[in-house]
């Protein structure tokens, strides 16, 4: 992958469970392009929904990620501090006119997701605040290559009924705000891109370059996430946690001599080979 000057990347974990392969697999990739390019690795706590969040899960993720070598520079941002930039990030966009109240249930919105602007909310009534996407943005990720605009003519919520962010907004507010200018992450996330693109525009902030890597999925084809229930990774194996993850991303590195994680990531950043991604880009990554 091409890196831009300075480069600044960063891992961004939701606090709803520990971390399994999938997501060790984002960290690593991520940290592994950012060390090869002498970039900067940042680490934020996405914990902007108490109602989906593991008490004591943000702990444990940052004892597993430090377990494992993943050490990150800065002070971690917890989203939850934030508020007051996300609240000035709806106010420009309502300014720009961008911004709608809507009170639809997801069982009375139109085709796509979209209110089209029939409802009219009554006083005192919850509502969310939206965004109505253009669908008229697209981008070279690289990884999986030239993505053309997806017109999906749905909105977007930015603020939810219960008054918490969404993170779509979020994510694009912090990472105009960290500087951050690469984004390797999972290529679950790849439809919510073309709406954060959207967002960095109307904000008038610079987009980060992205690259998306295969999904990885147990031995049925179900993809590994806290809410199918993976498994969470043993901090006590570390090292062979990253081999797993090294032999996924098809590294060299993977069966290099090494007794420690430090010993191992100074081998995986010294001999980080993105480009076999590309490779990858239409598969699945198997994990038994």
């Known amino acids: 992958m091409a890196h831009p000057p300075d480069y600044r990347g960063r891992f961004a974990p939701s606090p709803t469970g520990p971390l399994h392969m999938g997501s060790l697999l984002a960290a690593l990739a991520s940290y592994l392009d950012?060390?090869?390019?002498?970039?900067?690795?940042?680490?934020?706590?996405?914990?902007?929904?108490?109602?989906?969040?593991?008490?004591?899960?943000?702990?444990?993720?940052?004892?597993?990620?430090?377990?494992?070598?993943?050490?990150?520079?800065?002070?971690?941002?917890?989203?939850?501090?934030?508020r007051d930039a996300y609240e000035e990030a709806l106010r420009v966009l309502e300014e720009a006119g961008r911004v709608f109240a809507c009170c639809c249930s997801r069982a009375t919105l139109g085709p796509g997701g979209s209110c089209l602007g029939r409802c009219k909310p009554r006083a005192g009534q919850p509502i969310s605040l939206r965004i109505r996407l253009r669908g008229d943005t697209g981008f070279d990720d690289q990884i999986l290559g030239l993505q053309p605009p997806v017109n999906t003519h749905s909105d977007l919520v930015l603020r939810r009924k219960d008054g918490l962010y969404a993170y779509a907004l979020a994510v694009v507010v912090d990472d105009a705000w960290q500087g951050i200018n690469h984004v390797v992450r999972g290529s679950d996330l790849l439809l919510q891109t073309f709406a954060q693109l959207e967002i960095f525009r109307e904000l008038a902030a610079t987009a980060p370059q992205y690259a998306h890597l295969p999904l990885v999925r147990d031995t049925q084809g179900t993809k590994l996430s806290k809410q199918t229930g993976a498994r969470a990774i043993d901090d006590a194996f570390a090292v062979d946690n990253l081999r797993s993850a090294l032999r996924l991303l098809q590294q060299d590195s993977a069966d290099m001599p090494a007794s420690s994680t430090g010993e191992l990531l100074d081998l995986a950043v010294n001999n980080w080979r993105p480009r076999v991604l590309s490779a990858l880009a239409e598969k699945s990554l198997v994990y038994p």
Do not use: K, N, Y
């Open 34 to 82: 950012a060390r090869c390019a002498g970039g900067a690795w940042l680490l934020r706590m996405e914990d902007i929904d108490p109602p989906r969040e593991m008490p004591g899960a943000a702990d444990r993720i940052l004892r597993s990620l430090e377990a494992h070598g993943l050490c990150w520079d800065e002070s971690v941002l917890f989203q939850s501090t934030r």
